[in-house]
T-cell receptor, first 110, second 113 residues
Framework: GQNIDQPTEMTATEGAIVQINCTYQ??????LFWYQQHAGEAPTFLSY????GLEEKGRFSSFLSRSKGYSYLLLKELQMKDSASYLC???????????FGTGTRLKVLA | DTGVSQDPRHKITKRGQNVTFRCDPI?????LYWYRQTLGQGPEFLTY????????KSRLLSDRFSAERPKGSFSTLEIQRTEQGDSAMYLC???????????FGPGTRLLVL
């Protein structure tokens, strides 16, 4: 079967660093994505990893290990506006399908 | 470029009625996806178009669901004989071939009474 696992909820303090983990088991792999989704809004793209290693983009970084089926999203200098759900998604090879995890709801406290 | 747009944003219907949603992708994007999202879940893939061709459809999608993209631009998603279990947010996303990033529209929230 195809499965993506993420923690359901996380809480962190404004200004801190938080790491959101994602593990996946899919039939083939063609890239992993992280999206941010505020309540009642559409997902917005954050990052894309297809090769092992770290991709950095401002306060956000994403890491991928294909051999371990593992990724994380690192958010630095947390701000209140970072309170949202963070979705991990995998594009499986041989299909056009993207499989999303259930999302990690992050609460940033003052 | 105004991004992906969807219409209507909200739809309330009675069980058994048919509903149709429209998606207008970013103008140069040839790839278009439909997803369904329920509360507390991630988006669930429904179907994919490359230009006007529907190249993939989820096996989870019942025969009551149909989607079209007749001219390779806008797309419609129709649900026939709606059921209460169809209540969800229906999201459309588009991308450009060669760029894996999908850009999502604001979604159509459907409530079936």
């Amino acid at each position: 079967g195809q499965n993506i696992d993420q923690p359901t909820e996380m809480t962190a303090t404004e200004g801190a660093i938080v790491q959101i983990n994602c593990t996946y088991q899919t039939s083939g792999f063609n890239g992993l994505f992280w999206y941010q989704q505020h309540a009642g809004e559409a997902p917005t793209f954050l990052s894309y990893n297809v090769l092992d290693g770290l991709e950095e983009k401002g306060r956000f970084s994403s890491f991928l290990s294909r051999s371990k089926g593992y990724s994380y999203l690192l958010l630095k200098e947390l701000q209140m506006k970072d309170s949202a759900s963070y979705l991990c998604a995998v594009n499986t090879s041989g299909t056009y399908k993207y499989i999303f995890g259930t999302g990690t709801r992050l609460k940033v406290l003052a | 470029d105004t991004g992906v747009s969807q219409d209507p944003r909200h739809k309330i219907t009675k069980r058994g009625q048919n509903v149709t949603f429209r998606c207008d992708p970013i103008s140069e994007h040839n790839r278009l996806y439909w997803y369904r999202q329920t509360l507390g879940q991630g988006p669930e893939f429904l179907t994919y178009f490359q230009n006007e061709a529907q190249l993939e459809k989820s096996r989870l999608l019942s025969d009551r669901f149909s989607a079209e993209r007749p001219k390779g631009s806008f797309s419609t998603l129709e649900i026939q004989r709606t059921e209460q279990g169809d209540s969800a947010m229906y999201l459309c996303a588009s991308s450009l071939e060669g760029d894996e990033t999908q850009y999502f529209g604001p979604g159509t929230r459907l409530l079936v009474l």
